[in-house]
């Protein structure tokens, strides 16, 4: 059974290699058992990130009133849902594609070179975002509806 949200695709990245700039897209191709067509290769039970809009902007408040942008986190895709935590174990139906969220980001020490005490802010409350495997590839577009289904399969 899905949840319908009102939660959307607020913005779409992909990553360089060896920590260079993001590049945001409009849209992109979701690869099963891969990620995002132009993204540094990962493990597929990485294939793509997501990180939250509210949180990202709650985190900057706390740091001073930063002005990072959100791919500073090296997401992919940033979503306007206030907390992903329920979204791990569970499915999610983003564009045409279908993304396993396996587990939490945790943020590593490349935070606190963009800004000292990002990494800290970014491991409370699930707010370094989710990362899971594309079970159904597609396309993902800026605006697209964002859909909880039911949990992932095995």
């Known amino acids: 059974m899905a ?3 009102d939660t959307r695709v607020a913005a779409i990245a992909v990553r360089s290699p060896q920590t260079g700039p993001m590049v945001e897209l409009r849209e992109a191709r979701a ?3 891969g990620g995002i067509e132009g993204d540094v290769p990962s493990n597929p039970q990485r294939g793509v990130s997501f990180i939250s809009l509210p949180q990202w902007h709650s985190t900057m408040q706390e740091l001073g009133g930063a002005r990072l942008p959100w791919h500073t986190r090296r997401a992919n895709i940033l979503v306007d849902a206030d907390s992903l935590a329920a979204w791990i174990g569970r499915t999610v139906r983003v564009g045409d594609v279908e993304v396993s969220i396996t ?3 945790r ?3 490349l ?10 802010a970014l491991a409370r409350d699930c707010r370094g975002g989710v990362h899971g495997r594309v ?8 605006g697209d509806a964002v859909t909880l289904q039911d949990a992932c399969p095995a």
């Open 3 to 5: 949840e319908q949200q």
């Open 31 to 33: 690869q099963a058992d």
């Open 103 to 105: 587990a939490e980001t």
């Open 107 to 109: 943020p590593c020490e």
């Open 111 to 120: 935070m606190d070179r963009f800004l000292p005490g990002l990494r800290a």
């Open 135 to 142: 079970v159904r590839g597609g396309v993902i577009r800026v």
